[in-house]
């Protein structure tokens, strides 16, 4: 079974351009996590897709950020435009449950750096 | 909202050497996991581990829910275990249940 996977590994970006990370979650997964750990911080909760919908986006830091789920299966991370504060590893995870409590997968993240 | 605190922040190691590692946390939880982020800055699954004890060749952990903290014991260190560890937590009561809060990590370096 494959596991969380994202693309890109890593993207180099000037500031005030546009970055699009994807994530693909473990197959089966309703529950579709986006993570960050910036400026060598704790990691930080972004928001959480059930299936399409948007289940909860109140770590959003503002609205650069955009994020998708079209289908229920991949989902998409914008930012537009790109700050040099957005730099960081960015986690994309997913989990099998409907319930709460269940282990969450992550992927090996998309490091991001704004020039 | 919940806290989730980490005890040591920074570690030294010789290799070989033993260590245990802390995470404390303010409130009932459903879910605890224990990560692992290499230099690369990959974030590597540990232990999901709301409770009990669970073992993985030389990585062990202890959750007591009751008393709300969890240990993840680290044996015969060796330099590729260098980097941070971070516990991270579900809460069970309030909003926002789903994701996780992740403590500030464990930065562990390893020497040869």
């Known amino acids: 079974e494959a596991g969380v996977t994202q693309f890109p590994s890593h993207s180099v970006i000037e500031k005030g351009q546009t970055v699009t990370l994807r994530c693909d979650p473990i197959?089966?997964?309703?529950?579709l996590y986006w993570y960050r750990r910036v400026m060598g911080k704790e990691i930080k909760f972004l928001l959480h897709f059930v299936k399409e919908s948007k289940q909860d986006e109140s770590g959003m830091p503002n609205n650069r950020f955009l994020a998708e789920r079209t289908g229920g299966t991949y989902s998409t991370l914008k930012v537009q435009p790109a700050e040099l504060e957005d730099s960081g590893v960015y986690f994309c995870?997913?989990?099998?449950?409907?319930?709460?409590?269940?282990?969450?997968?992550f992927g090996p993240g998309t490091r991001l750096t704004v020039t | 909202g919940i806290q989730v605190e980490q005890s040591p922040p920074d570690l030294i190691l010789q290799e070989g050497a033993n260590s245990t590692l802390r995470c404390n946390f303010s409130d009932s939880v459903n879910n605890l996991q224990w990560f692992h982020q290499n230099p690369w800055g990959q974030l590597i699954n540990l232990f999901y581990?709301?409770?009990g004890t669970k073992q993985n060749g030389r990585l062990s952990a202890t959750t007591v829910a009751t008393e709300r903290y969890s240990l993840l014991y680290i044996s015969s260190s060796q330099t590729t275990d260098s980097g941070v560890y971070f516990c991270a937590v579900e809460r069970r009561y309030g909003g926002s249940q789903g994701n996780l809060i992740f403590g500030k990590g464990t930065k562990l370096s390893v020497k040869p």
């Open positions: 581990i709301p409770s």
């Open positions: 197959s089966g997964h309703d529950n």
């Open positions: 995870a997913s989990s099998q449950a409907r319930y709460v409590g269940y282990e969450q997968y």
